[in-house]
Nanobody
């Protein structure tokens, strides 16, 4: 079975940084669409970032320029590096994955999947709390 395990969450002050990890098993993260989402208490789940292979990643509007998604194929792990954290970044962060096929238009497929939350596998989440 596919399993996604997030780690790296914690408490940080405004302006600080954190790096989240998503270790995947049962699925080759280097050939799958991988995404990060977050959900704050009382709010809807929000897209954060997504990546496929070595193609350009895509980001949600609220984190563009502050967060970076990357992968380590050898470790079958996807990361979310978060800089300049704000209190409004406080949320449970979830890793997501879905099999994808590489083709010329994969970037647009990835972006659409991210916006539609179209991922078949989800992790349990890791909490990020940013204090002012």
């Amino acid at each position: 079975p596919v399993q996604l395990v997030e780690s790296g969450g914690g408490s940080v002050q405004s302006g600080g940084s954190l790096r989240l990890s998503c270790a995947a098993s049962g699925l080759n993260a280097s050939s799958a669409c991988m995404g990060w989402y977050r959900q704050a208490l009382g709010k809807e789940r929000e897209e954060v970032a997504a990546i496929y292979g070595d193609r350009d990643p895509t980001y949600g509007d609220s984190v563009q320029g502050r967060f970076t998604i990357s992968r380590d194929n050898a470790k079958n792990t996807v990361y979310l590096q978060m800089y300049s954290l704000k209190p409004e970044d406080t949320a449970m962060y979830y890793c997501a994955a879905d099999p994808c096929v590489d083709y010329e238009g994969i970037y647009y497929t990835l972006r659409m999947k991210m916006r539609l939350h179209d991922f078949g596998y989800w992790g349990q989440g890791t909490q990020v709390t940013v204090s002012s």
